[in-house]
């Protein structure tokens, strides 16, 4: 039996001067059920998400959001956190002063005659953590952990709210396959209690993997809406372009040139901790005509690498360039 229609959206259109975000966005979201949502850069989802979480308030575009039969009209994120509506962005917002566990209870911490109850709030800030899989102290602030754990740690934080539909945008774009498979997992586990999903992210094999219904846009439009079994990898991508992809990943015969970037040794120590090496002797040419990929795990020092090349850097590194 087909899961009822927990939240809709009709002809939802968002401006800003000069181009159309969003453009006349129609949508039934069923209880239960991973939705999700891909296209392009600028095709428009994120706008879309940030409308029906009230990052844009109701007066600022035009269109219809219903929970149920409800009509809608948030004018706060709060306002939609109160219906269920929860959002993960892709802009981290946290207390970076704060600890693991008073960013867990932000605003809802639990209290005992009137004020804090700070043995009750660790204690259940470490099940959620638990939960998670996360070797953090909850006492630990925010600000000196990794991107990954502050990501999982807003998610935790989302799924341990009241949540009828939660939004993830891009979730997994900081995240190891094993932090990946750990957020799947809690996915699962709101499916089963008929929370409903919607789920944005480029990953094509993780939108098969874990999507019941896949919805693509295309410069601010619904281009398509299909079950996962309908909607093929070549389907998703010819709705991206607005075209038959004849091949996704086409076969190129490319011959590099000469060299135009030689890096050397690029060193950086840990600010915190100086004999410690955030980068250890990187080393690298860049050819005319080649496209050079860094690929590693978060914290790997990929971004270091290329934040040390810019000059971010100042007094902790080593680095020569050609």
């Given at each position: ?205 993780e939108i098969k993997m874990i999507s019941d219904v896949i ?108």
């Amino acid at each position: 039996m087909e899961n009822k229609v927990i939240l809709s959206f009709e002809h939802l259109t968002k401006e800003f001067p000069g181009v159309i975000a969003v453009d006349g966005a129609s949508l039934d979201i069923r209880a239960g059920e991973v939705h999700s949502i891909v296209g392009g850069n600028g095709a428009g989802k994120s706008t879309l998400m940030k409308m029906l979480s009230g990052v844009y308030p109701a007066n600022t575009f035009e269109g219809v959001i219903k929970l149920g039969n409800e009509t809608c009209s948030f004018n706060s994120i709060l306002e939609a956190q109160d219906k269920g509506i929860v959002m993960i962005p892709q802009d981290l917002n946290m207390a970076n002063e704060l600890t693991v566990a008073e960013n867990l209870f932000l605003g809802k911490y639990p209290q005992k005659y009137g004020i804090i109850d700070h043995y009750k709030m660790y204690e259940e800030a470490l099940k959620i953590i638990d939960e998670f899989e996360l070797d953090i102290n909850p006492k630990t602030k925010v600000g000196e952990i990794g991107i990954a754990q502050k990501q999982l740690i807003v998610i935790a934080r989302a799924m341990h709210n009241y949540v009828k539909i939660l939004l993830l945008d891009e979730p997994t774009a900081t995240l190891s396959d094993k932090e990946s498979k750990i957020l799947f997992e809690k996915i699962k586990q709101l499916k089963e209690k008929n929370i409903a999903c919607i789920y944005i992210s480029h990953r094509l094999e993780e939108i098969k993997m874990i999507s019941d219904v896949i919805t693509v846009m295309r410069d601010g439009k619904i281009v398509g809406t299909a079950t996962n079994a309908d909607m093929d990898e070549k389907k998703i991508v010819s709705l991206m372009l607005g075209r038959e992809a004849e091949e996704v990943y086409p076969e190129h015969n490319r011959t590099p040139g000469e060299v135009v970037l030689s890096v050397k040794n690029v060193t950086i120590h840990n600010p915190k901790a100086p004999t410690q090496k955030i980068v250890d002797h990187v080393a690298f040419d860049l050819r005319k005509g080649e496209i050079l990929s860094m690929y590693g795990l978060v914290g790997a020092g990929r971004s270091e690498t290329a934040l040390a090349m810019l000059g971010a850097y100042t007094g902790a590194v080593e680095c020569e360039m050609e």
